[in-house]
């Protein structure tokens, strides 16, 4: 079953209206599930962007000044609406994305739990107050919007990561120029004409299409404040400094290489079906995936044909085709990096328990079943590369201890997670590891929204991360000094500290 749908031409979405010149550059929109085109995409440059960041300045001033329970109050007949277009969403991200239906709305699940957050901004830009900090002197901060904002998102989440950054900094105050990937345009302006409906005024919002010139422009441009990025890390560290250089704030999430320790008293069987899970869904193009398997002492011989009993029963096929577990990956360039990074894996000494190369393709799309290759060396390839693809490896160690040091010792830090069955055993790894986000007996420990959410090391480069780590992103502190008595006669040279008088 494939998805009969045409997207025809995705414009831009600048001041609340499409904009789509009748010449300049297009992109087509493949499906990945059938390798057919299903439509175009406008791509613009430097004049779109300037476009798009001047609608957002104009619009800002107002917005910025909007009391924050009515910014409150448009997002959630945002939610609303994006609630009711659920399925429209859905079948829109399976037919760019080539995840399932299932996978999309677990998606749209997370990007309303993102809205939810927004909902309490009055609660989240609240300040402080010190009263009588100094002989009639208080002293009080507060929490203002920057202005303009950009976003610059990812193929694999075309809905979540997006509204996780726009929801807050519009609920801050902010107008936002957000430019998705060309590869996955059409959700993000399905996003912007909802918004508008619910009645966010033209230009807080915009959408933006492009390639690396776009993604160059909003970065350089004046007007713009803030830059969120969520991509690979050599990316994120070429746009952090970037940014940096121009004196912006950045948040720049990187790539990953997310590490499961099992201990030999976990539940295997549960491990098992949390290694599959995490690390071929949605073809494991995710930067929480599991994309290593730590297997310690006795677990690891029990521990490996279990996952290869799971992972040749995995179903892979169209993402809108009825029990499908894994759908296709993003392009034939992901599909043609994925092979070769299972060819070297074997070239330098790891054992394909599992091939996915051998599956028989159930179309033209850009198909490879689940790999697991056991016996991989933290010297190989696929243990330094991130391969975003559905490839487990599995490191054998001796103890907790040695597995804690494979963990740190590698530059990405978003997520680590410990299967066991030992509270002490799990309390230090959690204490120990260096990771943002950790999972205990949980396989994808993805925080919800109202925790923080980056990782550390070569997984995020920059300023506070997303979700509720956002609201301090998407604004800036001022504090107060205030007197209201008379002033003491005279002049004074004098530095006046707490508690002077």
């Known amino acids: 079953m494939t998805i009969d749908v045409s997207l025809d031409t995705v414009p831009h979405w600048?001041?609340?209206?499409?904009?789509?010149?009748?010449?300049?550059?297009?992109?087509?929109?493949?499906?990945p599930a059938t390798g057919r085109v299903i439509g175009t995409v406008v791509l613009g440059g430097a004049d779109a962007v300037d476009d798009a960041v001047m609608s957002a300045r104009t619009a800002a001033a107002a917005w910025g000044g909007t009391p924050s329970p009515a910014r409150a109050s448009v997002l959630h007949r945002f939610r609303a609406l994006l609630h009711e277009q659920l399925d429209d969403l859905a079948w829109i991200i399976t037919?760019?994305?080539?995840?399932?239906?299932?996978?999309?709305?677990?998606?749209?699940?997370?990007?309303i739990e993102a809205i939810d957050v927004s909902l309490s901004v009055v609660q989240q830009l609240k300040g402080e107050y010190a009263e009588q900090v100094a002989n009639g002197v208080d002293t009080y901060?507060?929490?203002?919007?920057?202005?303009?904002?950009?976003?610059?998102?990812?193929?694999?989440?075309?809905?979540?990561?997006?509204?996780?950054?726009?929801?807050?900094?519009?609920?801050?105050?902010?107008a936002f120029v957000l430019k998705p990937s060309e590869q996955v345009p059409s959700a993000a302006v399905r996003l912007a004409q909802i918004a508008t409906d619910a009645g966010l005024p033209n230009g807080v919002l915009n959408v933006v299409h492009g390639g690396v010139e776009a993604a160059e422009a909003l970065i350089d441009h004046p007007d713009v404040a803030a830059v969120s990025f969520v991509g690979s890390t050599p990316v994120a560290r070429a746009i952090y400094r970037r940014s940096a250089d121009a004196g912006k704030k950045v948040q720049a999430?990187?790539?990953?290489?997310?590490?499961?320790?099992?201990?030999?008293d976990a539940d295997l069987d549960a491990a098992a079906d949390a290694l599959v899970s995490a690390a071929y869904g949605a073809a494991g193009q995710r930067c929480m995936a599991v994309t290593v398997a730590v297997a310690?002492?006795?677990?690891?011989?029990?521990?490996?044909?279990?996952?290869?009993?799971?992972?040749?029963a995995f179903k892979v096929g169209p993402g809108a085709a009825l029990g499908t577990d894994m759908g296709p990956l993003?392009?034939?360039?992901?599909?043609?990096?994925?092979?070769?990074?299972?060819?070297?894996?074997?070239?330098?000494?790891?054992?394909?328990?599992?091939?996915?190369?051998?599956?028989?393709?159930?179309?033209?799309?850009?198909?490879?079943?689940?790999?697991?290759?056991?016996?991989?060396?933290?010297?190989?390839?696929?243990?330094?590369?991130?391969?975003?693809?559905?490839?487990?490896?599995?490191?054998?160690?001796?103890?907790?201890?040695?597995?804690?040091?494979i963990v740190n010792d590698n530059p990405y830090g978003n997520g680590a997670i410990i299967f066991t069955g030992s509270g002490a055993a799990a309390r230090r790894f959690s204490r120990e590891v260096s990771a943002g986000s950790v999972g205990i007996n949980v396989p994808i420990p993805v925080p919800i929204s109202w925790f923080g959410f980056g990782g550390w090391g070569d997984s995020r480069f920059g300023d506070d991360g997303l979700n509720y780590d956002a609201y301090r992103f998407y604004t800036r502190s001022k504090v107060i000094t205030q007197r209201w008595t008379d002033p003491t006669p005279g002049p004074s040279p004098h530095f006046v500290a707490a508690g002077s008088q």
């Open 14 to 31: 600048i001041g609340g209206a499409a904009m789509s010149s009748a010449a300049g550059p297009r992109a087509k929109i493949h499906d």
């Open 95 to 111: 037919a760019e994305q080539g995840k399932t239906l299932a996978d999309a709305r677990g998606e749209l699940a997370r990007a």
């Open 141 to 174: 901060s507060f929490r203002q919007p920057l202005g303009v904002c950009a976003g610059i998102t990812p193929f694999n989440f075309p809905v979540m990561v997006p509204v996780s950054m726009f929801a807050a900094a519009i609920a801050c105050g902010n």
């Open 253 to 264: 999430l990187g790539g990953a290489k997310n590490h499961m320790v099992v201990l030999p």
């Open 296 to 312: 310690v002492g006795a677990a690891a011989d029990a521990l490996v044909p279990k996952i290869a009993e799971r992972a040749n």
């Open 330 to 405: 993003i392009s034939a360039t992901a599909l043609d990096r994925v092979r070769s990074a299972l060819q070297r894996s074997v070239e330098q000494g790891g054992r394909l328990v599992v091939d996915g190369r051998k599956l028989t393709p159930p179309g033209a799309g850009y198909f490879i079943g689940p790999s697991l290759v056991d016996g991989v060396r933290v010297e190989s390839d696929l243990y330094r590369d991130e391969v975003f693809g559905p490839v487990l490896s599995v490191l054998r160690t001796e103890d907790l201890e040695q597995a804690l040091q």
